[in-house]
């Protein structure tokens, strides 16, 4: 009994390490299929700006 108490916490973070391989493997694969895009972080702040913009100039059209 005590040899199994000596193996039990060795094989259950084996068991832990073997889940979290797993785990970024999955990960990564599931990267991969979307397709890792560039990022633009100014792009979409752009995007948000003009978008405002753009609501404000209607805004401004409706009140004339």
């Known amino acids: 009994m005590k040899h199994a108490a000596k193996l039990f916490p060795i094989a259950l973070q084996e068991l832990i ?3 979290e391989k797993a785990r970024k493997q999955r990960e990564d694969r599931e ?3 979307r ?3 560039p990022r633009k972080p100014g792009a ?3 995007v948000a700006c003009r ?3 753009a609501k404000q100039l ?4 409706q009140l004339k």
């Open 31 to 33: 990267r991969a299929k």
């Open 58 to 61: 209607q805004l401004q059209l």
């Open 44 to 46: 979409c702040m752009q």
């Open 17 to 19: 390490e073997i889940g």
């Open 51 to 53: 978008e405002k913009q």
């Open 35 to 37: 397709g890792a895009l």
